[in-house]
């Protein structure tokens, strides 16, 4: 239980690690896996594939602006795929310092349904693509649709990742057995998530606003016991719409108004190099 652990802080001496997850996500057009506005028709789905790419040619740098206004740093959770169909977007997020992190080559297609040498290769062309774009390769990694095989987390702790976000059991990060050593479970949301509250229950930009204000103010109270990591997982074509970006920027002032020196803005990375460098395993 997360009462009967080690005890550490954060950097400073913080107790609450914040950080931003921002997916940029390709769709193939005409077929494929893919959040839906609307109950699709034949293909092509011209309704719910627009919907989608508006969230990468007006979604994401409507974001990227309100991080710019807020000094926000974040993890960009990136489709090797985006390059080709989105050029400049992912790079963006490099020219501000982000994290790169990989999320596969597109959210038209799960992992977790591949034989394991199909799935070593897609781990393999995402991470070769990320590098190659960046000069370094990703430390973490998000499943499209959060799927994962039996032998996920070994493929990808032999690719070189030291992190994954597929495990949504936990708000510290938790060590992994791999069959050939081990990987960080860094936290990341599936409740501060906008693809299940907004598309999956149905709720709109205010209360998703509300939703991470309450979960902020208990965290925040919480970790003056113990460490804490607290995401918020944001899609363009969701909370990049004027309509929701308001609430979302005002939750985000909510909780640097109220941080003090508590709070650690950061990214899912460097909550990971923290564990591997501080922490005692």
Same mark, same amino acid.
């Given at each position: ?40 028709? *034949?293909?092509?789905? =011209? ?13 994401? *740098? ?62 393999? $062309? ?17 499943? *499209? ?7 996920? *987390? ?44 907004? =598309?999956?229950? $149905? ?73 591997? $460098?501080?922490?005692?395993?």
């Amino acid at each position: 239980m997360i009462t009967e652990r080690q005890s550490y802080r954060w950097p400073g001496g913080k107790g609450l690690a914040v950080y931003l997850g921002m997916n940029l996500e390709v769709f193939s057009f005409g077929d494929g896996l893919g959040a839906m506005l609307a109950p699709g028709g *034949p293909q092509p789905d =011209v309704l719910n594939y627009a919907w989608r790419d508006y969230g990468n040619r007006v979604g994401a *740098p409507r974001l990227i602006e309100l991080f710019d206004r807020l000094k926000l740093p974040c993890t960009a959770l990136v489709n090797s795929e985006t390059y080709r169909l989105t050029p400049g977007l992912a790079e963006i997020f490099a020219a501000r310092g982000d994290e790169i992190a990989g999320h596969g080559r597109t959210n038209a297609e799960r992992q977790g349904v591949l034989a394991e040498a199909e799935e070593r290769e897609l781990i393999a $062309q995402a991470t070769n693509e990320l590098t190659q774009r960046h000069g370094i390769g990703p430390k973490g990694w998000l499943g *499209p649709w959060i799927s994962q095989s039996h032998t996920t *987390p070994d493929l990808l702790q032999e690719a070189g990742y030291e992190y994954l976000l597929d495990w949504c059991h936990d708000d510290q990060p938790t060590w992994m057995k791999t069959r050939n050593g081990r990987i960080l479970s860094v936290p990341y949301p599936q409740e501060l998530n906008d693809i299940p509250q907004i =598309v999956g229950r $149905q709720r709109e930009g205010n209360e998703f606003a509300d939703m991470i204000i309450d979960a902020f103010d208990v965290m925040l109270e919480e970790s003056k016991s113990r460490p804490l990591v607290m995401g918020i997982a944001l899609h363009g074509y969701l909370m990049g719409h004027p309509h929701r970006i308001k609430h979302l920027e005002r939750a985000l002032r909510h909780m640097q108004h109220h941080s003090g020196d508590q709070v650690w803005w950061t990214t899912a990375g460097a909550i990971n190099d923290h564990i591997r $460098q501080s922490v005692a395993p």
